[in-house]
């Protein structure tokens, strides 16, 4: 695999790094009473914050010019990829436990998967070992995301730190997350879904934001505008008590910083670079990747137990993203091929030339090439 294949690899592996650490920071604001609900406001708010200025300075010459049309997908994106998706899937965390919510995200690359083919950004291709790839291993990285959540098996002892950040506190909130009646499970597991619908749509929106408008620093920036008026005007409906939005010296101000800088302006401008890249379904496969490193994390600093059933989910998941790897590769090596064969150099004003028929539409735009033969499949 090129380099150049490898990097949008490594950048999502980045981002479920970042995701996973943020997990470990919601379980430790939400062990010290922090209100889950600012935590999204101040995530957001820190994040336009960087991102507005990084923005301004890094695209004020190329970006052109906000239409209405790109205000109302950054509008969907912040709500669908920012305040409502995270408020949904905190929610379903406190009336679950994080583990159970945790495992419930692993929904959203079959949902991607659907709803990418529905709009056309992705093709299923049943037929070829590329399309058959990207299926068995969506299913596998199900598969093993079940297996790591819902099968213990005997306890492995590979490591010891000693080390609990969580000191074994237990308030009522955390007491709640371990022992969840029925009725609040069904209703944590059915904010879950919707939480998983949530981000799959929001990445079928990124994905689309990106063909018309390909400004990561920018688009990111808007979504992050969008997402903490939305959260702060949610925040601020809930939690009326100001005591509680005040940050100190402690847990509090880490989740908020670190969920604003890395978990939003960090992340989601590397996301959006992907999806316009690799497209919704190649950023959405890396989710269960997050339940590994989570496991990997808890075991290490919160002297969480590593089981067996942990280890085998971890092969199924990286068994399953390796086949959807390898799908999309094969399906972005025979993309490539369908660019013309034969380039002569003329000077000639600049040509312009569109092959429709290529999966995501291939415009080859330079002042000197001119195209003598196309490869273009019937």
């Not at 969506?138 to 000191?167: P, Q």
């Not at 990445?203 to 063909?211: F, G």
């Not at 919704?280 to 059933?309: C, D, K, Q, R």
């Not at 380039?343 to 090439?369: C, L, Q, W």
């Amino acid at each position: 695999m090129a380099m150049a294949d490898m990097k949008p690899v490594a950048v999502m592996v980045l981002v479920q790094v970042v995701y996973a650490g943020l997990n470990i920071v919601y379980k430790l604001a939400a062990n010290d009473g922090m209100n889950l609900r600012l935590v999204v406001a101040y995530r957001f708010l820190f994040g336009t914050a960087v991102m507005v200025p990084l923005a301004f300075f890094m695209e004020r010459k190329k970006r052109p010019k906000i239409t209405w049309m790109i205000l109302f997908q950054s509008f969907c994106s912040g709500l669908l990829g920012g305040s409502l998706g995270q408020n949904l899937y905190l929610e379903s965390l406190a009336m679950t436990s994080a583990t159970y919510a945790s495992a419930m995200a692993n929904l959203i690359p079959p949902m991607t998967f659907i709803l990418a083919i529905l709009f056309g950004l992705e093709k299923l291709n049943w037929g070829t070992g590329a399309g058959k790839a990207k299926v068995l291993g969506t299913l596998l990285g199900i598969s093993g995301a079940m297996l790591l959540t819902f099968y213990k098996g005997v306890e492995l002892n590979i490591w010891s730190t000693n080390l609990d950040l969580l000191h074994h506190h237990k308030d009522a909130a955390a007491a709640t997350l371990d022992r969840p009646e029925t009725s609040r499970l069904l209703l944590g597991s059915l904010l879950a879904v919707c939480s998983c619908l949530s981000y799959a749509l929001w990445l079928i929106v990124q994905t689309k934001m990106m063909e018309t408008y390909p400004y990561q620093y920018s688009s990111t920036a808007l979504m992050t505008i969008m997402a903490s008026i939305q959260a702060v005007a949610f925040g601020l409906c809930t939690e009326r008590d100001w005591s509680q939005w005040k940050l100190g010296w402690n847990i509090r101000l880490i989740a908020a910083t670190y969920s604003g800088l890395f978990g939003s302006a960090m992340s989601v401008t590397l996301i959006a670079w992907c999806a316009r890249k690799r497209g919704a379904l190649f950023t959405a496969i890396f989710n269960p990747l997050m339940l590994v490193l989570v496991a990997i994390a808890g075991s290490l600093f919160l002297n969480e137990n590593l089981h067996l059933g942990s280890v085998l989910g971890a092969t199924l998941i990286v068994c399953g993203l390796y086949a959807v790897l390898w799908g999309k590769g094969k399906e972005h090596k025979m993309m490539n091929n369908v660019l013309p064969s034969k380039v002569s150099i003329e000077p000639e004003p600049t040509v312009s030339v569109v092959i429709a028929s290529a999966p995501d539409g291939i415009h080859i735009d330079h002042p000197k090439v001119h195209c003598t033969q196309s490869n273009v499949p019937n």
